[in-house]
């Protein structure tokens, strides 16, 4: 082999020798990737957050703006006049729905349910008895903690649900209960009980 052969052996090939630190394909040589800046994590989460938004704005419009089934409660209330009680028909606004209507008789007490939509769009029960509080909710025992609404006085309670408000009339027991997102809605229910009594 001639010196020139030996010579054209050692050179590599390609005509340019590579190296270990070689930049890849397509990146400047020394340039390290740019940091997310705060202003561009603010706009993605601006992606997201924005139609969460407009979802739980038009939930919450469909929510207010629902129908619900009214219930004709005269029936109940006259069977109910017939069998004692003497009935309370709450001065409400329009805005409270009566939903549901039931009537029971058993053992001489008498026990007249009313259930309410309240215009927060949340459930309440005006329950009338001649029998024991407690039958109507187990939770109902001792004295509960005096309150004042409508100029009558009511024993409070908590329940599984919520709360409940008692007051005693001549010849009935009037019960109000509510689940808890509606607790704050008793006392407009208490006035309009209190505004229906002669």
């Given at each position: 082999?001639?010196?020139?052969?030996?010579?054209?052996?050692?050179?590599?090939?390609?005509?340019?020798?590579?190296?270990?630190?070689?930049?890849?394909?397509?990146?400047?040589?020394?340039?390290?990737?740019?940091?997310?800046?705060?202003?561009?994590?603010?706009?993605?989460?601006?992606?997201?957050?924005?139609?969460?938004?407009?979802?739980?704005?038009?939930?919450?419009?469909?929510?207010?703006?629902?129908?619900?089934?009214?219930?004709?409660?005269?029936?109940?209330?006259?069977?109910?006049?017939?069998?004692?009680?003497?009935?309370?028909?709450?001065?409400?606004?329009?805005?409270?729905?009566?939903?549901?209507?039931?009537?029971?008789?058993?053992?001489?007490?008498?026990?007249?349910?009313?259930?309410?939509?309240?215009?927060?769009?949340?459930?309440?029960?005006?329950?009338q008895t001649t029998g024991a509080i407690a039958d109507v909710n187990e939770a109902l025992t001792g004295a509960g903690e005096p309150i004042e609404a409508g100029g009558l006085e009511w024993a409070a309670y908590e329940t599984a649900e919520g709360r409940a408000w008692?007051?005693?009339?001549?010849?009935?027991?009037?019960?109000?209960?509510?689940?808890?997102?509606?607790?704050?809605?008793?006392?407009?229910?208490?006035?309009?009980?209190?505004?229906?009594?002669?």
């Amino acid at each position: 082999m001639s010196s020139d052969d030996v010579k054209a052996a050692a050179e590599p090939t390609g005509g340019r020798a590579s190296t270990a630190t070689e930049e890849p394909a397509g990146r400047a040589p020394g340039r390290r990737p740019k940091p997310r800046r705060l202003r561009d994590m603010f706009l993605s989460l601006a992606v997201l957050l924005v139609p969460l938004g407009i979802f739980y704005g038009m939930w919450n419009w469909a929510a207010v703006d629902r129908q619900v089934s009214v219930v004709d409660t005269s029936e109940d209330y006259l069977a109910a006049e017939s069998l004692g009680i003497e009935v309370v028909r709450p001065e409400l606004s329009e805005d409270w729905k009566p939903i549901s209507s039931v009537l029971a008789a058993e053992d001489e007490a008498v026990t007249l349910r009313t259930g309410w939509y309240t215009p927060e769009g949340f459930g309440m029960q005006l329950v009338q008895t001649t029998g024991a509080i407690a039958d109507v909710n187990e939770a109902l025992t001792g004295a509960g903690e005096p309150i004042e609404a409508g100029g009558l006085e009511w024993a409070a309670y908590e329940t599984a649900e919520g709360r409940a408000w008692v007051t005693v009339l001549e010849t009935s027991a009037v019960v109000l209960t509510a689940e808890q997102d509606a607790v704050e809605e008793l006392p407009e229910l208490a006035e309009g009980v209190a505004a229906a009594l002669p």
